[in-house]
């Protein structure tokens, strides 16, 4: 059953600290996002990679995040210094996407991150 | 730009009623539409899809969802709840410009009651 794989599933760390969370997609899916749950804010797109090429990280504050995909096989979203304000969940979600497809994307179960 | 609407917060219904969540959708081009269903502490999963045809589109778990272009709507309906369909519902766009992210709604939050 192929599914969208994150580690570590729950996180909490203290302020300051570095954070890096890993996902691994769907095998064969060309396009990768990382969005970001809050109660205040909803469901926010951070950044996305199609082809591990980055395409858009306008969602994210860039002073302190930062997105890789250094293999097809692994992408990493990384906060250096962490705040009590990043706490939130960090999903990563893959799917096999064209420009303008109706094509579904899937999501994994989710990172949960505290700074305390 | 491409966004959704979910007007309500939450939504209470008792088992065995008919449900319906609602969902409104602004887009450029014309609409990719989908639902999905997040449990607690879970990710979300993904419930169904308007992409093309029929305007009627069904769905896991016995959920459908009517697109309806003139009121530029996408609701999420079940004829007969469950308790076990308590969740959070989101609703999410893509257009046919541009291209790749999906833009989610706020959610609303289906309470099931016995």
């Known amino acids: 059953d192929a599914r969208v794989t994150q580690t570590p599933r729950h996180k909490v760390t203290e302020m300051g600290q570095e954070v890096t969370m890993r996902c691994q997609p769907i095998?064969?899916?060309?396009?990768v996002f990382w969005y970001r749950q809050t109660m205040m804010q909803g469901l926010e797109l951070l950044a996305y990679?199609?082809?591990?090429?980055?395409?858009?990280d306008s969602g994210m504050p860039k002073d302190r995040f930062s997105a890789e995909m250094p293999d097809a096989t692994l992408a990493t979203l990384k906060i250096q210094p962490s705040e009590p304000r990043d706490s939130a969940v960090y999903f990563c979600?893959?799917?096999?996407?064209?420009?303008?497809?109706?094509?579904?994307?899937?999501f994994g179960e989710g990172s949960w991150l505290t700074v305390v | 730009a491409q966004s959704v609407a979910q007007p309500e917060d939450q939504v209470n219904v008792a088992e065995g009623n008919p449900l319906t969540v609602k969902c409104t959708y602004s887009?450029?081009?014309?609409?990719?539409l989908f639902w999905y269903v997040q449990y607690p502490n879970r990710g979300l999963q993904f419930l169904l899809k308007?992409?093309?045809?029929?305007?009627l589109v069904k769905g896991s778990y016995g959920f459908e969802a009517e697109f309806n272009k003139s009121q530029t709507s996408f609701h999420l309906k079940k004829p007969s709840a469950l308790v076990s369909d308590s969740a959070l519902y989101f609703c999410?766009?893509?257009?046919?410009?541009?291209?790749?992210?999906?833009?989610f709604g706020k959610g609303t939050s289906l309470l099931v009651t016995p």
């Open positions: 979600a893959s799917g096999s996407i064209a420009g303008g497809s109706g094509n579904t994307i899937y």
């Open positions: 095998l064969g899916h060309n396009t």
């Open positions: 990679f199609r082809n591990r090429a980055p395409l858009d």
């Open positions: 887009v450029s081009g014309n609409p990719y």
């Open positions: 308007y992409i093309t045809g029929d305007n």
């Open positions: 999410a766009v893509r257009d046919t410009f541009s291209g790749y992210a999906l833009n």
